[in-house]
């Protein structure tokens, strides 16, 4: 990546600043609205990234697959 645009003014934003992101670069970084970031100070500055989604415990039970209750195989000792 490595998209450059003219500078952007940070505006305040209640007691925060903002800046709006164009919509060139948001679509080059993959961000879109309404999306949760993280947001980390560096040494160049600040950096923004999406945040991974996580999946409930419900939606991860969901999924889940028991391993069989019966030998399957060579386990069985007589």
Avoid: C
Avoid at 15 to 30: H, K, Q
Avoid at 39 to 46: P, S, Y
């Amino acid at each position: 990546m490595a998209t450059q645009f003219p500078r952007q003014d940070l505006r305040r934003w209640g007691n925060s600043l903002g800046v709006r992101l164009p919509a060139a670069i948001a679509r080059e970084a993959r961000l879109h609205d309404n999306q949760t970031v993280e947001l980390k100070v560096v040494a160049e500055g600040v950096l923004i990234r999406p945040v991974q989604p996580r999946s409930s415990l419900a939606e991860r039970l969901a999924t889940y697959v028991p391993m069989p209750d019966e030998p399957t195989g060579a386990e069985v000792i007589e």
